[in-house]
């Protein structure tokens, strides 16, 4: 009988990805991958996977939305009392993934959680709609609620209670992982798949291939 996870399968032939096709950064090299997913209509192209440890070196991870990157590295926002916000907060090594599987690409980062300045948190917080700033108040992330009226109810209430501005919750911020690491996948058939990595020195990047 077969296995219905292990049969499925598919060949990887859409591109390759060399050495010369590399940039000569990972920030450069991850724009040009990033504006192919955009091109190609992947479904939200910014979605990526943060994983983080606990103090006693449970993994954990979960899909959010880029909101920022630059030179300095990639941004998001959480609930700093969230699961993921605690973890980093008490150990800022994590690791982030972009599976962007209609370009059979994946692009992953190591490196290091350090939370943004209040100006940066209190400028995106008033860019997002007013559900959502309301939502913030509302949901205390990773806490167990009793039912979904009781969220219901905590957003009503926050309405309520913030007629005109919204303000940022205290408990509310961002985080930017600065790499140490990044790694560009490209699927090739016979799962000879090609992974270029960068990896910072003292001196700048230096990049490898790895076995796939």
Do not use: I
Not at 18 to 31: C, G, H, I, T
């Amino acid at each position: 009988m077969s296995d219905p996870y292990a049969d499925l399968r598919r060949e990887y032939a859409d591109g390759g990805l060399a050495e010369s096709d590399l940039a000569a950064d990972p920030f450069a090299m991850f724009q040009r991958w990033y504006d192919d997913a955009v091109a190609a209509e992947v479904y939200e192209p910014n979605a990526m996977v943060v994983a983080s440890v606990s103090g006693d070196g449970r993994p954990s991870a979960r899909m959010v939305l880029l909101k920022g990157f630059s030179d300095a590295g990639w941004v998001f926002f959480t609930n700093l009392g969230s699961r993921k916000g605690s973890e980093l907060r008490a150990n800022p090594y994590c690791h982030l993934l972009f599976p962007w599987h209609p370009l059979e690409r994946q692009v992953r980062v190591d490196g290091t959680a350090a939370e943004l300045p209040q100006a940066d948190v209190d400028a995106y917080f008033a860019s997002r709609p007013r559900g959502s700033r309301l939502g913030a108040h509302a949901s205390h992330q990773s806490r167990e609620v009793a039912s979904r009226a009781e969220l219901e109810e905590a957003w009503a209430a926050a309405d309520t209670a913030y007629p005109d501005e919204v303000p940022v919750p205290d408990e509310w911020g961002g985080f930017r992982v600065v790499p140490e690491a990044v790694e560009f996948w490209q699927g090739r058939p016979g799962r000879l798949h090609d992974r270029l990595v960068y990896r910072r020195t003292d001196t700048g990047w230096t990049t490898h291939r790895l076995a796939p």
